[in-house]
């Protein structure tokens, strides 16, 4: 009997690859995952979010499409689809030649993952990137999920998540944004 399996990839390796394509892709754990398209309301609600963000945080300070590498026993690297980053995350950022978030930089001081129609996309959202960005600092992550028409926002509290979770009209209580005035049925519509 011949068992053939796949080599794992070493972070070295998914920074120098390029298949050509537009194509959009994690390393989780060694393993290349090639992500969803996003639907055109998860690209809303992150541009959205974005907008908003740009009335209380330095413009320097946001990054959309920045990938970061996570904690973890194998090379994995996410794409949250928005980071605000603190000014020393600026300052490493400063000059890369790749818009990532490597181990030896500060963790960025939140991050918003918008959650993708399936299974899978809330798993990952959910679950492995939670315990990924508490592990690596994050000092708040959103979860915002059309699907079920929720925002989680989770406060990293001595190593672990404190969780807040808003629905229709509750106010989004931010501790790095407290002058953030948005509902969450106007995050999940987009400002719609």
Known sequence: MTITTTPLMTLEEFLD???GSETRYELVAGVLVEMPSESDLNN???????????RLVPFQQIRHKTEIVVTGSRATVR???????TEAGVEALHGAKRSLITADMPPPALIVEVVS????????DYRYKRSEYAARGVAEYWIVDPQQS????????A????EAVFQGGDRLISTLL???ELTAAQ??????
Do not use: M, N, W
């Open 187 to 192: 995050v999940l519509q987009a400002g719609i």
């Open 17 to 19: 690859y390029d298949d």
């Open 44 to 54: 809303l609600i992150a541009l959205f979010l974005l907008t908003q963000f740009l």
């Open 150 to 157: 929720l925002v989680t926002v989770l406060t990293l509290v």
């Open 79 to 85: 794409l949250p689809d928005l980071i605000v980053l």
């Open 117 to 124: 129609p399936g299974t899978k996309s809330q798993e990952r």
């Open 178 to 180: 407290p002058d953030l």
């Open 159 to 162: 190593g672990f998540y404190e």
